[in-house]
């Protein structure tokens, strides 16, 4: 077993007094955190590290599914630790374990399956309604004049230019504002089929913003898929009105491009050798500058 399952099962030994039958890695991918599918007693948890600086964060997400849950709606409920709290610390890491919900995960690249995803989007954004906590982040904090904009000659005009549009978008339309999923992808979702209930099984970097914004980032994890089935979805829900979403799609979509480009070029300027920034700013220069 590798160091870093090694440290993760010490962590469940300590903080839940569990030990897993397995524990398999399982990429969500864009996230500083790491994750684990565990079996514990024959049943599938999903157990997720991530810095102790991003620990309140966690703990937001971790929140909003209890309230989630409170209301009715499917999700991965919690595994609260031995003392009672939601994340454990260990090793200068902060982790929780939740139960995968019954059925499957979603498959971005279906069309029947994007239905789904946009409807459990939808419910879960009108479930959040009053939903309050410290660890809620604002949902971006890309500034045009940013040092590390400088990694490509082209960044700063085109991240300047999705920031000008947002803001005129905001000045001109009326936007709906709530709980945000933060990485809405297909994975974070589970369809039951016994109940045709889907359900989310974990949670992104929790955050306040316009409710399209989590769904230009659902768009931008469909693979290069058509989204039409996706975006009706979460239309026919009811959470945003579809004048809205016709209206603001276009300018998140760009815009969620260059929060990704902004992260990846703070990245860079940490660490200049990281492959994965570099390959986010080439994925991000046509949506940005097309």
Known sequence: ???????????LRGGWQHVPSRLDPVSLGGTAATTWVATI??????VTRVPLGKRLRLEAG?????????????????VRTLSGAL????DGAAY???RCPPGRPLVPRDPIDQQWWGDALARLHAGMDGFAHAGLAPWHRVRADAPHL???????????????ALTRLTVTDRLSYGVLHGRPRAAAFRLDPATGRTAVICWGPAATGPLVADLAAAVTHAHDEPTAELVEGYAAAGAVPRDEIDAALPVLLRFHWATRA?????????????????????AAREPLTS
């Open 62 to 78: 971790l929140t909003a599914v209890r309230h989630l849950v409170e209301r009715g709606l499917p999700a991965g409920e919690p």
């Open 41 to 46: 007693d024959g049943a599938c948890h999903l």
């Open 150 to 164: 400088d990694a490509e000659p082209w960044l700063r005009p085109a991240v300047a230019s999705a920031c000008a």
């Open 96 to 98: 929780a374990m939740v």
């Open 1 to 11: 077993m590798a160091d870093d399952d090694s440290v993760a099962l010490a962590a």
């Open 87 to 90: 994340v454990a610390d260990h």
């Open 262 to 282: 902004d992260a990846a070029a703070r990245r860079l300027a940490a660490v200049p050798t990281d492959e994965a920034a570099r390959a986010t700013l080439t």
